[in-house]
């Protein structure tokens, strides 16, 4: 069977990230998403023991979770099976040529009943720079070349923790909006972040003088901010799962209940004694 052809430029991705901590990484998006699910942990009552973190970028997670172990994204993650009562994936998975398969090893480096926590960015991120970029080369070339990564729904990545094994699995999103000078400051901001294209079929050739420039204009006409500036979207997509455990709530199997869903809301009847 043929094998699929990879998303992601892993060598690409690794070279983004190292020239991004090399010039002063810009991970303020990070920053923030460590702290959500710092607080989210914190109404876990729960005290966490054996953390690991799977980033690429050593902070700001580090900083939050000292104790913490870090590994690297890699496809295949140097993690011990049943080691840990907590994994945090921190925004490596919209990078990651197989998410399931992501999941499933964090599952399994979990003890039972312990706690799965990610950060991602979704689907509805940088939509303006991908429909600027895509408008503009569309005039110039009357084609597209894959520039920004495509990103998942939310409403398919609850499906994936399913499919991984996952007990208990949410999936929620926070959307956050940030404002550039221009669509330029924004591409060097992503690059800070090592959130360059690192797209396997992205194009090598260099692409026309006046490509990047027509899209910063299409930018600034359609997606205006106040003080003319650029808005820019992220969406970061939260994911939560726990490794399975006998002591978990299960739901009742079909047609075990021992009342009726109708009688338990008092639903009335009709004169042969039937609900309505």
Not at 49 to 73: C, H, N, Y
Request: charged content about 25%; overall charge neutral; aromatic content about 6%.
């Amino acid at each position: 069977m043929q094998t699929p052809p990879l998303m992601t430029d892993l060598a690409a991705l690794a070279r983004n990230r190292v020239r991004a901590q090399r010039q002063g990484a810009e991970l303020f998006l990070q920053e923030e998403a460590a702290d959500e699910i710092k607080e989210r942990l914190a109404e876990v009552n729960r005290t966490f023991t054996k953390p690991l973190i799977v980033s690429g970028f050593g902070e700001p997670w580090q900083s939050l979770w000292p104790e913490a172990r870090r590994i690297d994204d890699t496809d295949l993650l140097d993690a011990e099976p049943g080691a840990h009562d907590l994994v945090i994936h921190a925004f490596g998975l919209h990078w990651s040529n197989d998410p399931v398969g992501q999941l499933v090893q964090c599952r399994r480096a979990l003890v039972p009943d312990g706690l799965f926590m990610a950060v991602m960015f979704g689907g509805r991120s940088l939509a303006e720079l991908r429909a600027a970029l895509a408008e503009a080369e569309s005039r110039q070339s009357g084609g597209l070349s894959l520039r920004v990564l495509p990103m998942a729904e939310i409403r398919d990545l609850g499906g994936l923790l399913q499919r991984a094994g996952f007990a208990l699995p949410v999936a929620d999103s926070a959307i956050k909006t940030v404002t550039y000078r221009t669509a330029f400051h924004l591409v060097s901001d992503l690059r800070a972040m090592g959130e360059g294209n690192a797209l396997a079929a992205r194009s090598r050739r260099w692409p026309g003088r006046d490509l990047f420039p027509e899209a910063a204009h299409v930018y600034a006409k359609n997606f205006p901010a106040e003080d003319g500036r650029i808005r820019a979207t992220f969406e970061m997509i939260f994911l939560t799962g726990w490794a399975p455990d006998e002591s978990q709530q299960k739901p009742l199997r079909p047609g075990s209940a021992a009342r009726r869903l109708a009688d338990a809301l008092g639903a009335p009847r009709d004169i042969s004694g039937k609900r309505i």
